[in-house]
């Protein structure tokens, strides 16, 4: 298991929180592109900015796991969390956790039924896109992400609860990224610069170590989909799709900017 640095500058007697997550699958050592693993690791490096916790964070290959990992916890995928010897291993049961026995957590899990409705399906969305290009498909994905920036504009704030960030946006978020790289690789598809107050929100988010630390490169990003079980089909719209993994040999890219063409002033 390969170890990244704890966040520095925290004091001993904050407790330390480990969250294991999944490693890329092209080095098997940086950090891989699954969504729920970068959402936790969100939601935890926020709360180690506040000092509540010391953030460790360990990636697994899980084409060559440890043994350690194997003795400890058998076929169990990541996102794992672990919090002093206590090992939390479901997603639902992970977001529990850092809710009611993680410093701090309480804050980041606001109540909000309009946005978990509004975000909720968006990724399933993706997928279906992903899977064959088509106008409805792609209507569909783009009446999502029309409401989500309608959202935005409606309430006129940096985050989507509020000018503070919670775990929707941690949740979100990465959605989004997923869309932006593999959806152009694969699909061309392109969030369309009209959507000023999604690309602005988009942009705050850019900004914040909580999600550049957290966030896989592109090439993890298409590498993920291209090892999906859709991809072993042939269909004429993955018209981009080489199963050989060049991406093996390029340097790590990150899609971290706004276009040119998107005014979000």
């Not at 076929?75 to 291993?89: C, F, K, S």
Request: aromatic fraction near 10%.
């Amino acid at each position: 298991m390969a170890d990244d640095d704890s966040m520095n500058g925290i004091h001993d007697e904050v407790p330390e929180i480990e969250l294991i997550i999944k490693a890329s699958t092209i080095d098997g050592r940086r950090k891989g592109a699954c969504l729920f693993c970068q959402e936790y690791f969100m939601d935890l490096y926020l709360l180690a900015e506040l000092k509540t916790i010391r953030l460790k964070v360990t990636t697994v290959d899980m084409q060559k796991p440890p043994p350690d990992f194997r003795t400890n916890f058998e076929a169990t995928p990541p996102p794992i969390l672990v919090d002093n010897g206590l090992a939390v291993l479901e997603n639902e049961k992970i977001e529990r956790h850092i809710m009611k026995n993680v410093p701090g957590g309480h804050n980041l899990f606001v109540q909000d039924k309009e946005v978990a409705t509004l975000i909720e399906n968006l990724y399933s969305k993706l997928k279906l896109m992903l899977l064959k290009k088509d106008d409805t498909k792609t209507s569909s994905l783009m009446s999502h992400l029309r409401k989500i920036d309608e959202h935005l504009e409606r309430k006129d704030t940096r985050f989507l609860t509020g000018d503070t960030m919670c775990c929707f946006d941690c949740e979100l978020m990465p959605r989004l990224q997923h869309i932006r790289v593999a959806g152009k690789y694969f699909v061309d598809f392109e969030i369309p610069a009209e959507f000023k107050s999604l690309w602005r929100y988009m942009y705050h988010m850019y900004q914040l170590d909580a999600f550049t630390q957290s966030c896989p490169a592109d090439q993890d990003i298409i590498n993920h989909y291209k090892l999906q079980q859709f991809c072993i089909f042939i269909d004429p719209y993955w018209k981009n799709v080489k199963m050989k993994k060049h991406e093996e040999l390029e340097t790590p890219t990150f899609t971290t900017s706004i276009p040119v063409n998107v005014d979000i002033n």
